[in-house]
């Protein structure tokens, strides 16, 4: 009879054992469980956010660009303005047309 009371003792340690390792395994599984979710959605977020941060880059980009283009056209413009005036200035001084001007009809 002692024998049958040290067997079940040891077996009932053996399953009180293989109990806790249960709950430990799956108290593990659900602690990474959760981890792997936050790290799905700080990806998610990051991915999101690095997208962001492309579109409205890419959008100032294109925008200074723009800005850009209008000032060199209006450079350019009010160059060529200047360099009209000037000619027709001196081609007037040149012909001595200084005081009165005439049209020319052709």
């Known amino acids: 009879m002692e024998t049958t009371f040290f067997v079940l003792g040891m077996l009932s340690i053996i399953g009180a054992i293989a109990l ?13 469980t959760k981890s792997i979710k936050q790290h799905e959605e700080w990806i998610i977020n990051n991915d999101r956010n690095v997208w962001d941060s492309t579109h409205r880059l890419r959008e100032d980009l ?13 450079h350019v413009s009010n160059m060529t303005n200047e360099s009209k005036s000037y000619t027709d200035s001196r081609f007037d001084k040149a012909t001595g047309l200084t005081g009165e001007k005439k049209l020319i009809k052709g």
């Open 20 to 32: 806790a390792l249960i709950v430990w395994g799956v108290l593990t599984i659900d602690k990474l």
């Open 62 to 74: 294109e925008r200074k660009q723009e800005d850009m283009e209008r000032h060199i056209i209006q």
